[in-house]
């Protein structure tokens, strides 16, 4: 039986659906919002978005009527690799540049992709924000490459030491020893009990505010410092601790034997320095500095080994190291003991000196930075991208936040030159609080950041007590004080932080009254950020916004490596090198002397110095030929001048 024909649904017929539209008007000015874009180039070529649907999905483009008009509202962005798609089907139709659309969404996540085979779901969760948005298109040739390009230059940094780093982590051996007072315990390898309260009582007489009666000391260590010793301790130790014949090839000394006395016996140092020449394959300056803290622990009148003279009873026999007989030579004579030691520590430093090569080169990461021929506007950049790419506060109010936080670390970094410790603990006031006096800040070793009103502008105030040089010629007792200019919005991305965003970031979580605040979460114990996470925000600013990645287009310098806080530093003095030849004066952009400056943190090349010198020779030669004649006319005239008064 015939079927009887289809019922021809009301209204006008549908256009027929046009491969390649064309436009009313040439694009002058083209939005720079995702949602203001798409609707310019819609009405552009004047279509409706239930036209545009049609032909989306005549080429292919799986995409719901809806979810456009979304777009065009500013509602939603495209963010699964099927709405990309569609974006790039609308891109080629309006013959668009590829990735023009595109690259205007500001994500606050990273792309929902499939599985990846071969990679742990933690590892795909930071390789997402670094994939191409047609990646799983890709053939799985090139799937590999991307993989591992982004494996080498953005997740782990793409250096030698980096690379070191990475594979001699995988093995802990390290004991880490409880600084706090009444906190959460280290993560790590647990110290034996008798190691523990020696290292306490070390720590306790460098870092008291009065040496204990009966003891002299030369310095005192902060907090920073007194945890790096003991970090640099647990390593030596655990070293000493562990398994011969396991992957570290420790010494395989029992935990229970370890002592502080230990570190009064050359041998014990001797077979730690070529331990680590034998894992690293050569020596570097850090054996030298671990030697001479054993130098300055056996140090004469000052020495904490020197004046604990009871540690030598807690030594035993360790073979290979520690003899009986040498244990009844220490007992019997500790000053002699330690007066041996002294005087080996300073004889092996000078020979690893020689001969120690640098394997953390801290300019390595920022080559395409240093190199410019304006580091701090090269580096700029980043902020930039930062700003370009700045979520919708609207739709992601905590990833507008984080970037956000992430462009004032990297601003108040490049005004400042501040070390990471200044920048962390800086704490804050709003506009209209009243700024702390400095002697406050001063018995809190911090600095602020408060509202001038008097200048009328957001400045930096930190006492000369909170900085690593307190003593040093540039402060001459004196606070640091820094107006922050109100450039490239800073100011207003600063006053968004601090009206709303702060607090967004930080919770329901006890404010710690500092600037910078963790994004907090069920698991943080506190939302202030301390060595290591501060560390890692920032190298996760450069992974995101710095580092140029020719897959996705994004980033904005092609070579530069994950870095963190400390590297601008280098920036400002390399900066202030090039400009003007002076390393005093790249030592006043980082507040400290130039001599340090010399030492650790300009980039100062001989064709940066000619290039500089021969900026100042050739403004000869640019003068025109005019100018040169008059300047010879004018000294012909004062020669015939002459003449005449000598021949009065």
Same mark, same amino acid.
């Given at each position: 039986?015939?079927?009887?024909?289809?019922?021809?649904?009301?209204?006008?017929?549908?256009?027929?659906?046009?491969?390649?539209?064309?436009?009313?008007?040439?694009?002058?000015?083209?939005?720079?919002?995702?949602? *203001?874009?798409?609707?310019?180039?819609?009405? @552009?070529?004047?279509?409706?978005?239930?036209?545009?649907?049609?032909?989306?999905?005549?080429?292919?483009?799986?995409?719901?009527?809806?979810?456009?008009?979304?777009?065009?509202?500013?509602?939603?962005?495209?963010? =699964?690799?099927?709405?990309?798609?569609?974006?790039?089907?609308?891109?080629?139709?309006?013959?668009?540049?590829?990735?023009?659309?595109?690259?205007?969404?500001?994500?606050?996540?990273?792309?929902?992709?499939?599985?990846?085979?071969?990679?742990?779901?933690?590892?795909?969760?930071?390789?997402?924000?670094?994939?191409?948005?047609?990646?799983?298109?890709?053939?799985?040739?090139? &799937?590999?490459?991307?993989?591992?390009?982004?494996?080498?230059?953005?997740?782990?940094?793409?250096?030698?030491?980096?690379?070191?780093?990475?594979?001699?982590?995988?093995?802990?051996?390290?004991?880490?020893?409880?600084?706090?007072?009444?906190?959460?315990?280290?993560?790590?390898?647990?110290?034996?009990?008798?190691?523990?309260?020696?290292?306490?009582?070390?720590?306790?007489?460098?870092?008291?505010?009065?040496?204990?009666?009966?003891?002299?000391?030369?310095?005192?260590?902060?907090?920073?410092?007194?945890?790096? $010793?003991?970090?640099?301790?647990?390593?030596?130790?655990?070293?000493?601790?562990?398994?011969?014949?396991?992957?570290?090839?420790?010494?395989?000394?029992?935990?229970?034997?370890?002592?502080?006395?230990?570190?009064?016996?050359?041998?014990?140092?001797?077979?730690?320095?070529?331990?680590?020449?034998?894992? !690293?394959?050569?020596?570097?300056?850090?054996?030298?500095?671990?030697?001479?803290?054993?130098?300055?622990?056996?140090?004469?009148?000052?020495?904490?080994? !020197?004046?604990?003279?009871?540690?030598?009873?807690?030594?035993?026999?360790?073979?290979?190291?520690?003899?009986?007989?040498?244990?009844?030579?220490?007992?019997?004579?500790? *000053?002699?003991?330690?007066?041996?030691?002294?005087?080996?520590?300073?004889?092996?430093?000078?020979?690893?000196?020689?001969?120690?090569?640098?394997? @953390?080169?801290?300019?390595?990461?920022?080559?395409?930075?240093?190199?410019?021929?304006?580091?701090?506007?090269?580096? +700029?950049?980043? #902020?930039?991208?930062?700003? /370009?790419?700045?979520?919708?506060?609207? +739709?992601?109010?905590?990833?507008?936040?984080?970037?956000?936080?992430?462009?004032?670390?990297? +601003?108040?970094?490049?005004?400042?030159?501040?070390?990471?410790?200044?920048?962390?603990?800086?704490?804050?006031?709003?506009?209209?609080?009243?700024?702390? #006096?400095? /002697?406050?800040?001063?018995?809190?070793?911090?600095?602020?950041?408060?509202?001038?009103? @008097?200048?009328?502008?957001?400045?930096?105030?930190?006492?000369?007590?909170?900085?690593?040089?307190? *003593?040093?010629?540039?402060?001459?007792?004196?606070?640091?004080?820094?107006?922050?200019?109100?450039?490239?919005?800073?100011?207003?991305?600063?006053?968004?932080?601090?009206? +709303?965003?702060?607090?967004?970031?930080?919770?329901?979580?006890?404010?710690?009254?500092?600037?910078?605040?963790? #994004?907090?979460?069920?698991?943080?114990?506190?939302?202030?950020?301390?060595?290591?996470?501060?560390?890692?925000?920032?190298?996760?600013?450069? &992974?995101?916004?710095?580092? $140029?990645?020719?897959?996705?287009?994004?980033?904005?310098?092609?070579?530069?490596?994950?870095?963190?806080?400390?590297?601008?530093?280098?920036?400002?003095?390399?900066?202030?090198?090039?400009?003007?030849?002076?390393?005093?004066?790249?030592?006043?952009?980082?507040?400290?002397?130039?001599?340090?400056?010399?030492?650790?943190?300009?980039?100062?090349?001989?064709? *940066?110095?000619?290039?500089?010198?021969?900026?100042?020779?050739? &403004?000869?030669?640019? =003068?025109?030929?005019?100018?040169?004649? #008059?300047?010879?006319?004018?000294?012909?005239?004062?020669?015939?001048?002459?003449?005449?008064?000598?021949?009065?």
């Amino acid at each position: 039986m015939p079927q009887p024909p289809a019922r021809r649904r009301p209204g006008p017929k549908p256009r027929p659906v046009v491969d390649y539209p064309e436009s009313l008007w040439d694009p002058v000015d083209e939005p720079s919002g995702f949602a *203001d874009a798409l609707d310019f180039h819609i009405a @552009r070529h004047g279509e409706t978005v239930w036209a545009l649907h049609r032909a989306v999905r005549a080429r292919g483009g799986l995409i719901d009527r809806t979810t456009l008009v979304s777009w065009r509202r500013g509602e939603k962005l495209p963010s =699964t690799p099927a709405t990309l798609k569609a974006v790039a089907l609308i891109e080629d139709r309006y013959r668009l540049a590829p990735n023009s659309l595109a690259s205007k969404v500001a994500r606050s996540h990273a792309v929902q992709r499939p599985a990846i085979a071969g990679v742990a779901r933690s590892e795909q969760r930071r390789l997402a924000w670094h994939l191409p948005d047609d990646f799983h298109a890709r053939s799985p040739a090139e &799937q590999a490459e991307i993989i591992h390009w982004v494996r080498s230059n953005i997740l782990t940094g793409g250096t030698a030491f980096s690379r070191f780093h990475i594979e001699v982590s995988k093995h802990r051996f390290a004991f880490r020893f409880d600084l706090s007072k009444g906190g959460r315990r280290p993560s790590g390898m647990a110290p034996p009990p008798q190691l523990a309260e020696e290292v306490a009582a070390l720590i306790a007489f460098k870092s008291a505010t009065l040496a204990p009666a009966g003891y002299r000391r030369s310095g005192v260590w902060g907090p920073e410092t007194a945890a790096q $010793r003991a970090e640099h301790l647990g390593l030596l130790f655990g070293a000493l601790a562990a398994s011969r014949d396991g992957p570290v090839r420790g010494m395989g000394l029992r935990p229970q034997d370890l002592t502080l006395a230990m570190l009064a016996v050359p041998a014990v140092w001797d077979w730690y320095v070529r331990w680590r020449e034998a894992r !690293r394959g050569f020596y570097t300056g850090w054996e030298v500095d671990m030697i001479l803290l054993g130098v300055a622990f056996t140090r004469r009148e000052t020495g904490w080994l !020197r004046q604990s003279p009871q540690l030598a009873e807690r030594l035993v026999a360790a073979p290979g190291l520690i003899e009986a007989g040498d244990i009844e030579t220490i007992r019997s004579d500790w *000053d002699a003991a330690c007066e041996k030691m002294h005087s080996h520590g300073l004889a092996r430093a000078k020979e690893i000196q020689r001969v120690a090569r640098v394997h @953390r080169d801290p300019f390595e990461p920022l080559l395409p930075v240093l190199e410019a021929a304006s580091p701090v506007a090269e580096y +700029r950049k980043i #902020t930039d991208e930062i700003l /370009r790419r700045m979520p919708d506060a609207r +739709r992601a109010p905590r990833a507008a936040a984080e970037a956000s936080r992430g462009f004032l670390m990297l +601003r108040l970094g490049l005004h400042t030159g501040l070390r990471q410790k200044n920048l962390r603990q800086l704490l804050y006031r709003e506009r209209g609080q009243p700024a702390r #006096t400095e /002697r406050e800040l001063e018995a809190l070793k911090r600095g602020e950041l408060r509202w001038n009103a @008097r200048e009328g502008g957001w400045e930096v105030f930190i006492p000369c007590a909170a900085f690593k040089n307190a *003593d040093s010629a540039y402060f001459a007792k004196r606070p640091f004080r820094l107006l922050l200019p109100d450039l490239g919005e800073l100011y207003a991305v600063l006053e968004r932080y601090l009206e +709303r965003e702060r607090a967004l970031l930080l919770g329901d979580a006890t404010d710690p009254g500092v600037l910078f605040v963790k #994004t907090v979460k069920r698991t943080s114990a506190d939302a202030a950020y301390n060595q290591t996470t501060f560390y890692e925000a920032w190298r996760l600013a450069i &992974q995101r916004y710095g580092i $140029r990645n020719p897959y996705t287009g994004k980033g904005a310098i092609e070579g530069l490596l994950p870095h963190g806080p400390h590297s601008v530093r280098d920036v400002l003095a390399t900066h202030v090198l090039k400009q003007t030849g002076s390393y005093e004066q790249a030592s006043y952009a980082i507040q400290d002397t130039a001599a340090t400056v010399a030492a650790h943190y300009g980039r100062f090349l001989p064709q *940066d110095k000619a290039a500089l010198a021969a900026r100042i020779l050739n &403004q000869v030669w640019e =003068t025109d030929g005019a100018a040169v004649q #008059t300047s010879s006319e004018s000294a012909a005239g004062r020669g015939d001048q002459s003449q005449v008064i000598g021949g009065r």
